[in-house]
């Protein structure tokens, strides 16, 4: 052992640094000491092969005190790990005491501008999911593409969801900052051309572009935040960065239906633009890069590790199994080929990305010791998947159920759902602060993941003539149990996994929480048109049920009573809420299946944890 072989040159509990010429001309067995100038020497151990080993072995007959001297070797990245006497593998460290190269953190004014940044950032990302929801029909009529509405979502969710494992891996491999400034400039370029867009394909083009960037850029924001504070910290910057979702699904219709009625609708993109300038500036001013060893490859070395055939596979698998949702019982019949065929595509394509990924083992856009062999990252991405389910369904259609049945306006419906978004917020805001002051994050999680399958469940009873009471209570209780829960997902990942692990780590729990969001519209929009489709034709046998859902939510109060009777008019309003609270047996499920997932995540300490890595040079 090192330290054995040390204590032969120990005294009275110093250590005698080795001289210049031994380490130049031999290769030394123990890692070097600080010498009595403070400087600590950099030399490799053949049999270690982490970059960084801490022991703390005492030699017989010293005390602690005389002991707390420690080997160490220093490679160019800064994780800090420790050998498993189980089976050789390296583990993260956890520190009894504050981060011993905390200085390479940011703090103050420049950790300030760095969070607005990335702030404005996701917030610009999750603002385009939603704005463009109250644009769709000033768009459909002076492009006259009515038929085209189904794609101005899917092409921005296709890139976004099936690009962020891939850019995971670049993260991991390339110069972070300019991979997310990269990512940036392709999402404001997508965002320009959909608003100087002089045709509908133009603006779907468009759509896939900022998606593209899109997809590079939570994750980023996430890795940004997680080399630029110690983990003891991150959870606040996690929650308030994740924030900026809840924040943007209210704001966004709200904002949209301002800017399309008062000035147009394409400012529903160019408003991206002077945010993502200031998301640049603060990320290339004063985001510190980490320096890390093993982005130190080739070119070629570095694509290899990109994964190139999985990530292919990977996106045309996701595009398959987006398009037979967006199509199945809306677009088509579910027993069209169309659909099925994207379908059988999908399952083909998901067993030929799962034997790439297995074969590609380490260097696999999944990589299976990552997904499968760490219970917490696999349990985060489950629960990342169930939550974002649940919680997207509520937001598209509470605004329905709003418009439809009480009879608000698009801005109005909004303004119905800040009791949600308010105590979303709050909630996720002081159990970042809790989670940092007392290092634990299962309680949070296991008591937001009950609660939020509760508040479900209770949204799930709205009827036409339910007041505010209800309909505010029910959203303040979901809201409070998914603001605990869902940012658990981000910081149980970087507490469990080693700094290089980490881009990847983020890209696989926000891909899930995309992929979440994906698919959960389109199943609700499935049941949801499936159950409003059935309960008019059955309540309404003799009205033309298709002709009152194309009126759309906002038409039930003006077209509709055009249509039938006064008395009939009740009966559409019941159909309109029985298809909502139907829609809304979706989150029931996710909800209780993410309580249930989240029984197996592990119990760490995050306020004694050693962090990965440091935010600068």
């Given at each position: 052992m090192a330290a054995a072989q040390n204590s032969n040159n120990q005294e009275e509990g110093n250590i005698k640094p080795p001289s210049t010429n031994e380490t130049e001309n031999s290769v030394v067995e123990s890692a070097a000491e600080q010498s009595t100038t403070g400087t600590e020497?950099?030399?490799?151990?053949?049999?270690?092969?982490?970059?960084?080993?801490?022991?703390?072995?005492?030699?017989?007959?010293?005390?602690?005190?005389?002991?707390?001297?420690?080997?160490?070797?220093v490679l160019p990245n800064q994780a800090v790990t420790e050998v498993s006497s189980h089976d050789g593998t390296t583990a993260t460290e956890p520190a009894e005491e504050e981060e011993m190269n905390a200085q390479n953190y940011l703090t103050g004014i420049p950790l300030l501008l760095l969070t607005i940044g990335l702030c404005l950032t996701t917030f610009t990302v999750a603002l385009d999911n939603t704005i463009i929801a109250t644009a769709i029909p000033r768009i459909t009529t002076v492009f006259d593409s009515l038929n085209d509405v189904g794609w101005y979502g899917s092409a921005y969710l296709l890139t976004t969801c099936s690009l962020q494992?891939?850019?995971?891996?670049?993260?991991?491999?390339?110069?972070i900052k300019w991979t997310f400034i990269v990512a940036?400039?392709?999402?404001?370029?997508?965002?320009?051309?959909?608003?100087?867009?002089?045709?509908?394909?133009a603006l779907i083009i468009g759509r896939a572009i900022a998606g593209a960037g899109a997809?590079?850029?939570?994750?980023?924001?996430?890795?940004?935040?997680?080399?630029?504070?110690?983990?003891?910290?991150?959870?606040?910057?996690?929650?308030?960065?994740?924030?900026?979702?809840g924040i943007a699904s209210v704001v966004g219709p709200i904002l949209g239906g301002t800017l399309t009625d008062n000035i147009s609708w394409r400012w529903c993109f160019?408003?991206?633009?002077?945010?993502?300038?200031?998301?640049?500036a603060a990320v290339f001013f004063f985001f510190k890069d980490p320096k890390r060893d093993y982005i130190n490859l080739t070119l070629m070395e570095k694509i290899r590790e990109m994964d190139l055939p999985g990530a292919g596979t990977l996106i045309s698998c996701i595009i398959c199994l987006l398009l037979a949702l967006q199509w199945g019982g809306a677009v088509y019949p579910w027993s069209d080929s169309q659909v099925w065929g994207c379908l059988l595509g999908f399952g083909l394509l998901l067993i030929l990305f799962l034997i790439l990924q297995w074969r590609r083992g380490e260097r696999a856009t999944l990589p299976p010791r990552i997904l499968l062999r760490q219970r917490t990252v696999l349990v985060s991405a489950l629960l990342s998947t169930f939550l974002t389910m649940a919680l997207y369904t509520h937001v598209y259609y509470l605004p329905i159920y709003f418009q439809a049945v009480k009879g608000t306006s698009a801005e109005g419906s909004g303004i119905r759902t800040i009791a949600y978004l308010i105590s979303n917020t709050v909630t996720s805001f002081v159990v970042g602060a809790l989670v940092t002051a007392l290092g634990h994050y299962v309680p949070f999680l296991w008591g937001g993941t009950a609660l939020f399958a509760v508040g479900c469940g209770l949204l799930s009873t709205l009827q036409v003539n339910s007041g505010a009471g209800k309909w505010i209570g029910y959203q303040i209780m979901s809201g409070i149990g998914a603001g605990a829960?869902?940012?658990?997902?981000?910081?149980?990942?970087?507490?469990?996994?080693?700094?290089?692990?980490?881009?990847?780590?983020?890209a696989i729990a926000i891909f899930?929480?995309?992929?979440?969001?994906?698919?959960?519209?389109?199943?609700a929009q499935n049941i949801f048109q499936g159950t409003l489709l059935s309960s008019l034709r059955s309540a309404?046998?003799?009205?033309?049920?298709?002709?009152?859902?194309?009126?759309?939510?906002?038409?039930?109060?003006?077209?509709?009573?055009?249509?039938?009777?006064?008395?009939?008019?009740?009966?559409?309003?019941?159909?309109?809420?029985?298809?909502?609270?139907?829609?809304?047996?979706?989150?029931?499920?996710?909800?209780?299946a993410g309580f249930l997932v989240s029984l197996g995540i592990e119990w760490k300490n995050v306020k004694g944890k050693k962090t990965q890595g440091g935010g600068g040079h």
């Open positions: 020497k950099e030399v490799a151990d053949p049999r270690v092969s982490s970059d960084r080993v801490e022991t703390n072995s005492n030699p017989p007959g010293y005390s602690e005190e005389e002991t707390k001297t420690k080997e160490t070797a494992p891939t850019f995971g891996k670049i993260y991991s491999f390339f110069n940036l400039i392709i999402f404001e370029g997508g965002s320009i051309l959909c608003a100087a867009a002089p045709n509908s394909l997809s590079g850029l939570f994750s980023g924001s996430m890795t940004v935040i997680g080399f630029s504070v110690p983990m003891r910290k991150r959870a606040v910057f996690i929650s308030i960065i994740s924030n900026m979702f160019w408003i991206n633009l002077p945010f993502g300038g200031v998301a640049i829960a869902i940012q658990i997902p981000f910081i149980a990942i970087q507490a469990v996994l080693p700094e290089k692990d980490m881009p990847i780590g983020n899930f929480n995309s992929l979440g969001g994906a698919i959960s519209v389109s199943i309404l046998p003799d009205v033309d049920a298709q002709s009152i859902i194309s009126a759309g939510a906002t038409g039930v109060q003006g077209m509709v009573p055009d249509l039938v009777s006064q008395e009939q008019l009740a009966a559409v309003y019941q159909s309109y809420t029985r298809a909502v609270d139907t829609a809304f047996y979706l989150p029931i499920a996710t909800a209780a």
